[in-house]
Structure formats: C-alpha cells, structure tokens
C-alpha cells in the first residue's frame, strides 16, 4: 500500500515540476508549485524506501520448514 501511495506522489510531483516549467516559460511559474512537486516527490521517494524495508522483513512463513531444513546446532549435540 506505502509502495503504491509511494508512486503515486512521485508521479504527482513530477507532474507538478513539468507544468511549472512550462508554466515559467510563458512567464507565469509560481515557485511554491516548484517546491510543492519537489516535496511531494521527496515524500513519495522515502515512502517507497520505507515500503521496500518493510517487505525485505522476515514474513514467518514456512518456519516449521525453514528450522527443518537448518542443520542442528553444535551444542545441542553435545548436550545429550
């Protein structure tokens, strides 16, 4: 959800930078329109970071798989 918010700002702000630019080529830019799509890519930038560490988290999946495919450890072995 973060990843998709995340691309829609970025769009958002991409598209706001573009029309200022051809708004100030007819003379009539307004640098809070500037500002406004740099901070709202910004946000959609870190947005889509904080998305992606969120995903590279450990889901639990498979764990009954996962600790019987992991060798035993040592001192388990020497317990006994």
Known sequence: MLRRLGSALILIGLVVMVVYW???TIG????????GGGVCSLLGMWLRR?????AAADTGRF???KRLMTPPDEAE????
């Open 50 to 54: 904080k998305a992606v560490a969120q």
């Open 28 to 35: 009539q830019g307004s640098p809070l329109m500037l500002v």
């Open 63 to 65: 764990r009954t798989l």
């Open 22 to 24: 051809v708004s100030s």
């Open 77 to 80: 072995g020497e317990a006994d």
